[in-house]
């Protein structure tokens, strides 16, 4: 009878889950990037987080060992996704940003501010972020169903519509020729149960940018 009880309360939760996970929604065609005429719906099975790729047939990152990192841009365009933040939040992302991507770069490649043969040279666009509303995403998150609703959206990679998040562009080139090898729209967020990112207006989206820096290192590898 416990049992039955409970799925009767978790039901409404997992409708609402099933039904979030369902919504579609179109990957913004940003107009002013470098890379916007290569940039296409991805199809390579990551389009939650990655909506818009590109590849250059010959690329192979694999072959280099150094890495010329760009000041990171924040995007200012009229198709911009930074809604209500102001100049000075924006700019706060685009700093930890450039902080967290050097450090986990670092980690395999050599930094350096010269092209070479071996060298890339990575750009990174801030083109959205949104804040979290600190009380109400915590409160949320503490309260049994709040806690309940995270987990499942976790496990369905939904993120929690209380939290922020971030949206950036990735260009890496040859640092030596300018080639285009690769460039990618990516949209990050925290896990919507991580109480951490629910406790400042920018945790969330500076959470999905550390994320952002790991998956990076991952995806060169």
Not at 89 to 96: F, G, P, V
């Amino acid at each position: 009878m416990i049992k039955r009880n409970v799925l009767r309360c978790l039901l409404p939760v997992l409708c609402m889950v099933g039904m979030a996970g369902c919504v579609a929604t179109s990957p913004v065609q940003y107009r002013n990037l470098d890379s916007t005429a290569q940039l296409a719906p991805n199809s390579q099975g990551q389009n939650k987080h990655i909506p818009l790729y590109y590849s250059a047939p010959d690329a192979q990152l694999s072959r280099y060992t150094q890495v010329m990192l760009d000041t990171v841009t924040v995007y200012n365009g009229e198709d911009q996704q930074f809604g209500k933040l102001s100049t000075a939040e924006r700019q706060q992302l685009a700093d930890y940003m450039q902080t967290q991507f050097s450090q986990t770069l670092g980690q395999k490649y050599v930094l350096t501010s010269v092209a070479g043969p071996d060298t890339l040279r990575i750009h990174l666009t801030l083109t959205g972020a949104s804040a979290s509303v600190p009380v109400l995403s915590t409160v949320k998150q503490i309260l049994p169903v709040g806690a309940v609703l995270g987990t499942l959206r976790s496990a369905a990679d939904i993120p929690a519509r209380s939290l922020g998040s971030v949206t950036y562009a990735v260009e890496i080139y040859d640092s030596q020729s300018n080639q285009l090898l690769k460039a990618f729209v990516a949209k990050q967020y925290p896990a919507a149960e991580n109480i951490s990112a629910s406790l400042g207006t920018l945790s969330a989206a500076e959470t999905g940018i550390e994320k952002g820096a790991k998956t990076f290192l991952a995806q060169l590898e």
